[in-house]
């Protein structure tokens, strides 16, 4: 049977199916995307906030985009007046370059543009000031040089090298503590080449190891993921000094 042949009754059959599809993955999507903000907003802790926005939102929004334009993709098939074998294959193929065009658009301004959005964020949160559960006043964030005296050997070698950042948190009139983990390498930043926010540390170079009397030196090498702008920066590593006890609370 030739496609011209098929009963012209059917044709709103499939109009109707079509558009009802475009109606469920449009409705899915939405529901991705509230989903996540409403975990996002049930996530105690400005630190849990951090990390949950950190893995997930991104990945989330891509998924609903897609499940969105692939709803949009059936809507745009669902007004078929008659078939026949051309019209098939064309709009077809005008619907997979329209499914495929717009999901490049959302992919670049998630990954390319929507990082900014993102980064403005996690700054507030991260240096939002924590409530400490002693005395229920904001605590202090300390300096790279004052909180040292709260981090062990082994964190200070991580915070050497970059691959782990600390917050310390410390409660001046109690004296409590609270230690905030951080990746080192977690954020691209801005690309003075692009300004595309696609710039990160692809690799790190020690040349010279920190002592207890001399300083040492690390090469940080900078890839842009946009544009393939390069650059290198070097960094002194403070010197090794012994850490006094303290007594901290992980975040």
């Given at each position: 049977?030739?496609l011209d042949d098929i009963d012209p009754h059917k044709y709103d059959a499939w109009n109707?199916?079509?558009?009802?599809?475009?109606?469920?993955?449009?409705?899915?999507?939405?529901?991705?995307?509230?989903?996540?903000?409403?975990?996002?907003?049930?996530?105690?802790?400005?630190?849990?906030?951090?990390?949950?926005?950190n893995r997930h939102e991104i990945k989330t929004l891509w998924v609903a985009a897609i499940?969105?334009?692939?709803?949009?993709?059936?809507?745009?098939?669902?007004?078929?007046?008659?078939?026949?074998?051309?019209?098939?294959?064309?709009?077809?193929?005008?619907?997979?370059a329209f499914g495929l065009i717009v999901g490049l658009i959302l992919q670049n301004l998630?990954?390319?543009?929507?990082?900014?959005?993102?980064?403005?964020?996690?700054?507030?949160?991260?240096?939002?000031?924590?409530?400490?559960?002693?005395?229920?006043?904001?605590?202090?964030?300390?300096?790279?040089?004052?909180?040292?005296?709260?981090?062990?050997?082994?964190?200070?070698?991580?915070?050497?090298?970059?691959?782990?950042?600390?917050?310390?948190?410390?409660?001046?009139?109690?004296?409590?503590?609270?230690?905030?983990?951080?990746?080192?390498?977690?954020?691209?930043?801005?690309?003075?080449?692009?300004?595309?926010?696609?710039?990160?540390?692809?690799?790190?170079?020690?040349?010279?190891?920190?002592?207890?009397?001399?300083?040492?030196?690390?090469?940080?090498?900078?890839?842009?993921?946009?544009?393939?702008?390069?650059?290198?920066?070097?960094?002194?590593?403070?010197?090794?000094?012994?850490?006094?006890?303290?007594?901290?609370?992980?975040?």
């Open positions: 049977m030739q109707n199916m079509a558009a009802n599809l475009a109606f469920v993955f449009w409705a899915v999507g939405i529901l991705i995307a509230i989903g996540y903000f409403i975990k996002l907003n049930a996530t105690s802790g400005n630190k849990n906030k951090y990390d949950f926005i499940v969105v334009v692939i709803g949009l993709c059936f809507f745009g098939n669902s007004n078929i007046e008659k078939f026949s074998a051309v019209l098939f294959f064309v709009r077809a193929f005008m619907t997979i998630l990954k390319f543009y929507y990082p900014f959005y993102i980064e403005k964020r996690l700054k507030v949160l991260r240096y939002k000031p924590r409530i400490s559960p002693k005395t229920g006043k904001p605590m202090k964030l300390l300096s790279e040089e004052e909180e040292d005296s709260y981090l062990d050997e082994g964190m200070q070698a991580e915070e050497n090298v970059f691959s782990v950042d600390y917050d310390v948190w410390k409660d001046e009139e109690s004296g409590h503590i609270e230690i905030e983990k951080y990746a080192g390498h977690l954020h691209a930043i801005q690309c003075p080449e692009c300004n595309y926010q696609t710039f990160k540390v692809a690799k790190e170079e020690i040349t010279r190891n920190p002592t207890a009397t001399e300083e040492g030196e690390i090469i940080k090498h900078y890839l842009c993921g946009y544009c393939g702008y390069k650059a290198k920066k070097i960094v002194v590593l403070k010197q090794q000094n012994k850490v006094e006890g303290a007594t901290a609370v992980p975040a």
